[in-house]
């Protein structure tokens, strides 16, 4: 069976700073990650997803994130945030025919 | 490239009543998904579509639950009788294509309220 796991409810980063949302996968054959944002009273907007290739993929808005096969991990990251980044986070894994999302982080950037 | 379109936004009804949602994918998308987001946790996926024909319906509670999208463009999913378990948004995504290399592009969705 294919998961993603999102171990921390929320993160909390000062505006300016780096940001790392954090998130684990456990998935057969190679992954298909994604992620993903909800700002509130919207829909999820996709951000970047990693297929194969380079380990470190680019995305939207700035962010991007890390594969890292031997620790089974795709971090979402931004060098320095913005308080328009302020929302919540979701990592998904393909498989199966289908996205199996995680719990979601909340991102709260604080002025 | 006009979104993901879903209405209403906004629903309230009392259990054991019927409630209907619409959901009209991207132009040209091939691929049509119904998710249900309770708070606290992230989308699940209750049925797909590829053009009319289901393609995974696995995680649909078939006794309430029914969706269709006849002519291979827009959806309805519909739930009778409510239960009070199923307050929560329910989300439209569609994509190109199947596949695990597909980003999926989502509406805003709908929020079902039972009281």
């Known amino acids: 069976a294919q998961s993603v796991a999102q171990p921390e409810d929320q993160v909390n980063v000062a505006e300016g700073n780096p940001l790392t949302v954090k998130c684990t996968y456990s998935?057969?054959?190679?992954?298909?990650l994604f992620w993903y944002v909800q700002y509130p009273n919207r829909g999820l907007q996709f951000l970047l997803k990693?297929?194969?290739?380079?380990?470190l993929v680019k995305g939207s808005y700035g962010f991007e994130a890390e594969f890292n096969k031997s620790q089974t991990s795709f971090h979402l990251k931004k060098p320095s945030a913005l308080v328009s980044d302020s929302a919540l986070y979701f990592c998904?894994?393909?498989?199966?025919?289908?996205?199996?999302f995680g719990k979601g982080n909340q991102v709260v950037v604080i002025p | 490239e006009a979104g993901v379109a879903q209405s209403p936004r906004y629903k309230i009804i009392e259990k054991r009543q019927s409630v209907a949602f619409w959901c009209n994918p991207i132009?040209?998308?091939?691929?049509l998904y119904w998710y249900q987001q309770i708070l606290g946790q992230g989308p699940k996926l209750l049925i797909q579509f590829q053009n009319n024909g289901v393609v995974d319906d696995s995680q649909l509670p078939k006794d309430r639950f029914s969706a269709e999208r006849l002519k291979g463009v827009d959806s309805t999913l519909k739930i009778q009788p409510a239960k009070l378990e199923d307050s929560a948004v329910y989300l439209c995504?569609?994509?190109?294509?199947?596949?695990?290399?597909?980003?999926?592009?989502f509406g805003d969705g709908t929020r079902l309220s039972i009281l």
């Open positions: 998904a894994s393909y498989g199966n025919n289908r996205l199996a």
């Open positions: 132009s040209g998308h091939a691929t």
């Open positions: 998935v057969s054959g190679n992954p298909y």
């Open positions: 990693y297929i194969t290739g380079d380990n």
């Open positions: 995504a569609s994509s190109f294509d199947r596949g695990g290399n597909q980003p999926q592009h």
